[in-house]
């Protein structure tokens, strides 16, 4: 198993950038498939971008597409998403996922492993 945290949320103004962190205790996350969803009030969790581990492609949602960057330390253990250009639509609490496997999937019911979430609440 993995316990996963996040941490990096809060406030930030559209147009602005934020940092989340996501680490990774319990085992070396460097073989694990390792993904970022959101989920705002009142709607399901949503994708927003993934990194494989075998060749650490990545993917994303297309409404953070060249906005958001998925990147891993592998020395840190630690997962991070790198959010410009910031949007009200942005507004969510975050989340972390692995997948054990090293395979990343879009859907959340694929992960089971999560961490907490952290808010991220963009002012306009």
């Known amino acids: 198993q993995v316990q996963l945290v996040e941490s990096g949320g809060g406030l930030g103004q559209a147009g602005g950038s934020l940092r989340l962190s996501c680490a990774a205790s319990?085992?070396?996350?460097?073989?694990?498939?390792m993904g970022w969803f959101r989920q705002a009030p009142g709607k399901e969790r949503e994708f927003v971008a993934a990194?494989?581990?075998?060749?650490?492609?990545?993917y994303y949602t297309d409404s953070v597409k060249g906005r958001f960057t998925i990147s891993r330390d592998v020395a840190k253990n630690t997962v991070y998403l790198q959010m410009d250009s910031l949007q009200p639509e942005d507004t969510a609490v975050y989340y972390c996922?692995?997948?054990?496997?090293?395979?990343?999937?879009?859907?959340?019911?694929?992960?089971?492993?999560w961490g907490q979430g952290t808010q991220v609440t963009v002012s306009s």
């Open positions: 990194v494989r581990a075998m060749d650490r492609y990545t």
């Open positions: 996922a692995a997948d054990l496997t090293g395979r990343v999937h879009t859907s959340a019911s694929s992960y089971e492993n």
């Open positions: 319990g085992r070396t996350c460097s073989r694990d498939g």
